[in-house]
């Protein structure tokens, strides 16, 4: 069996703390530039929002199946599901920010109760978005450096931190569409 290697954690632990800065900083400093304001001769990305989504719903299914995976004993399996969920989530962030770079914000439009459920559902996974990075981080880190105990414990909570976030963005998504210009 594999050490746990606590030098390379420590290495890795530095960068967690700068993307975990640098990530959300970077989105909310894009979220408010839009190319096509400041001149830029590009095309407004609307086709994105649903595929976005729908990467968002695959990070979810990522998620339970590696789940299942690791209840099944599935390391390797396991393993590569969570990568790929890391990447898929990745894929999104870029997908999400070329959008909002290129076209025009879309506002609900819903009315009543649901414009606060949305509300709820919206600030909870934004603010829950920003958390999971580092929980994500640590979480992959302790893993491939075979910190498996403490890897243990993170991911009962980044698990369903992720889970609800992946879940949510295709919530958002499904209760702003209708909202979207045509």
């Not at 599901?81 to 999104?92: C, H, N, Q, Y």
């Amino acid at each position: 069996m594999d050490s746990v290697d606590l030098d390379k954690e420590k290495k890795y632990n530095k960068w967690i703390v700068i993307l975990s800065v640098i990530i959300p900083v970077a989105v909310a400093a894009l979220f408010g530039i839009n190319l096509r304001d400041l001149g830029f001769d590009v095309p407004s990305l609307t086709f994105l929002p649903p595929i976005y989504a729908t990467i968002n719903g695959i990070t979810a299914i990522f998620l339970v199946t590696a789940f299942i995976a690791i209840k099944k004993k599935k390391l390797v399996l396991h393993e590569n599901l969570m990568t790929t969920a890391i990447w898929s989530s990745v894929i999104f962030l870029l997908l999400y920010i070329a959008y909002h770079m290129t076209s025009d914000s879309t506002k609900f439009g819903g009315e009543g109760v649901i414009k606060y459920i949305y509300y709820f559902i919206l600030i909870s996974h934004i603010l829950l978005s920003i958390v999971i990075i580092p929980f994500v981080l640590i979480t992959y880190v302790r893993a491939i450096t075979n910190n498996i105990e403490r890897h243990k414990k993170i991911a009962r909570i980044t698990f369903p931190l992720w889970l609800y976030v992946a879940i949510t963005g295709v919530v958002v998504y499904l209760m702003i569409s209708p909202y979207y210009a045509q």
